[in-house]
């Protein structure tokens, strides 16, 4: 692994990059730049003009940010050819700089719900996109066979996941091909409707649901979805949580947690944030984390609803900080974890996960509810942070330049990862249960012992900003950790990473697999859309 930071600026943060034109899709020179404290995109179509993003509210903290640009671990071998230049070989091709970390599946494009705000199920499409088992299989074996680094989560997604009876036999075929950590993304409807259906997805590998969560009022769902869905979604969490006790009484341990997924759109739904943290609170060890995803705007829309709906991900920070009186500031960007993730692998000699994604692309941080006073704290309460995790790289840094990233001795690791435990017990500031399971996610690295972490009263609030051809960064897909696996017309497997497949890829792939399966009927393609908008990955 090239480590580009340990914390040093590497890289500017005012910067030439290369996008897409949001009108032709071409790819066109642009720089973000600083202006009056902000961060913006700007880049030029010679055909189609200028345009222009806000990228981030707080110059100083981007440029920061960017510190932790890391470099992960390049695939062996490269599905496509580098033929057309980013992002038109996807892929992967072999200037793609990461392995995935989640293999992506839509395993339909129908869905038992229509929202007005969804472009690309099959009632608005004309199409279905359904690919049978076999062919779900093969997707799932090539992710198994990536080298250096399998990805161990499974996310299956859709449309709606669960209108496909054979649900259980795709779970099923995930676990038995060794994914670990087995997501499903659901509207929830059919969670709500029936508990025993939630254990026997639970049964088959399922152990980690991402439910699409816009709020906590009613209207907000009206707006959003064009029908009130509160009542599902608390349906779907109580159902969930009954699982997670049944499995508790079998096992010893609940089945795994619900995330939960809100969209959101300045104007629509983003005064919805402090109640959507106040109700993963309230439910957590059923709930274990938000994942926010500022709206992506992925269909036709004019640039002015664009500037008026566009909420960065700095944004956010600033709402959570204000309702949770910034326990979780500062804020990391994903990729800080790389070394720890690696180095606790390394320790156990086990598969490692790719956090190595830009540091633009999101963070996530970890809300730990106080066993004695109540209190909601946050990591930086037990940890000093900064200089846990400088140590965690030099260690790493240390093991890549003594060339034992990948031969190192049963030996060798052992007394690294007692010098490492020594060196901690200096920056623990607080202890309590999240510091025993930090201690157990490093004396017995596993996915058991990074679940146990997930598990019980922490909650990850995270973050993923999908790109859109308006913000499109060409550096953040390039180091995409999120890959959206497909057959291709001449039934070779292709990676996708998921910013290009929603802004770019999409609409072609999913005609492509619909007439190679005889299921492109009538298209209609111009059927109503009114509000344009990135699906839910
Ligand atoms: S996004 Fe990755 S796979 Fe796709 S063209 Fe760019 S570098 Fe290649
Ligand atoms: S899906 Fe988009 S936001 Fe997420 S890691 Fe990939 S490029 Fe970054």
């Known amino acids: 692994m090239v480590t580009a930071t340990c914390g040093e600026e590497i890289y500017g943060y005012e910067r030439k990059i290369k996008s897409i034109c949001p009108a032709c899709k071409k790819a066109i020179e642009g720089a973000i730049y600083e202006d009056s404290g902000k961060i913006y995109l700007r880049k030029e179509c010679p055909i189609h003009g200028q345009f222009e993003d806000i990228i981030h509210v707080n110059a100083r903290v981007y440029q920061w940010n960017q510190r932790f640009l890391k470099d992960g671990l390049k695939a062996d071998k490269p599905a496509t050819g580098a033929v057309n230049g980013c992002p038109h070989d996807c892929g992967v091709c072999p200037n793609h700089v990461n392995t995935p970390a989640i293999c992506l599946v839509d395993v339909t494009n129908r869905c038992n719900l229509k929202c007005p705000i969804c472009f690309a199920n099959a009632n608005v499409t004309g199409y279905v996109t359904e690919p049978p088992l076999d062919e779900i299989a093969r997707i799932m074996e090539h992710f198994r066979n990536i080298t250096p680094n399998p990805p161990l989560t499974l996310q299956l997604s859709g449309g709606e996941p669960t209108v496909r009876e054979d649900l259980p036999d795709l779970v099923r075929k995930g676990a038995e091909l060794g994914f670990k950590h087995i997501i499903l993304t659901t509207n929830g409807l059919k969670l709500a409707e029936s508990v025993e259906y939630c254990l026997e997805l639970a049964e088959a590998g399922v152990n980690g649901i991402y439910l699409q969560f816009d709020g906590i009022q009613a209207q907000t769902y009206l707006s959003t979805r064009g029908r009130d869905l509160l009542d599902i979604k608390l349906g779907a969490v109580e159902n969930w949580g009954k699982v997670n006790r049944e499995w508790q009484r079998r096992h010893g341990k609940p ?107 999101g963070f996530a941080n970890w809300l730990v509810l106080d066993e004695k006073t109540g209190q909601l704290l946050g990591m930086k309460h037990y940890v000093d942070l900064d200089a846990a995790l400088g140590y965690t790289c030099r260690m790493w840094r240390e093991i890549v330049a003594d060339g034992k990233e990948w031969n190192a001795r049963w030996l060798e690791r052992k007394i690294k990862k007692a010098r490492f435990l020594f060196e901690m017990q200096k920056f623990v500031l607080k202890r309590g249960h999240i510091f025993s399971l930090l201690m157990r996610l490093i004396l017995s690295p596993s996915y058991e012992s990074a679940e146990a972490f997930m598990f019980g009263k922490n909650l990850m609030i995270g973050c993923m900003h999908f790109q859109d051809s308006y913000n499109m960064d060409l550096d953040r897909v390039k180091r995409c950790v999120v890959h959206y696996g497909y057959m291709s017309k001449d039934r070779s497997i292709r990676q996708v990473p998921f910013c290009t497949m929603n802004a770019l890829h999409r609409e072609r792939i999913e005609k492509e697999i619909a007439q190679r399966l005889g299921t492109y009927h009538d298209v209609r393609p111009e059927e109503k859309i009114p509000v344009p908008v990135a699906t839910v990955g």
């Open 255 to 361: 089945r795994g947690g619900i995330v939960l997924v809100p969209t959101i759109a300045k104007g629509v739904n983003d005064h919805e944030i402090p109640g959507i943290i106040d109700f993963a609170v309230a439910h957590v060890g059923t709930v274990v984390g938000i994942a926010f995803q500022p709206i992506a705007m992925c269909g036709r829309i004019d640039r002015e609803k664009v500037h008026e709906m566009r909420f960065t991900s700095s944004e956010l920070q600033g709402r959570i900080d204000a309702h949770t009186k910034g326990v979780l500031n500062p804020w990391y960007p994903i990729p800080v974890i790389s070394e720890f993730a690696r180095l606790i692998d390394w320790f156990g000699d086990v598969p490692t996960v790719e956090f190595s994604c830009h540091p633009d692309c």
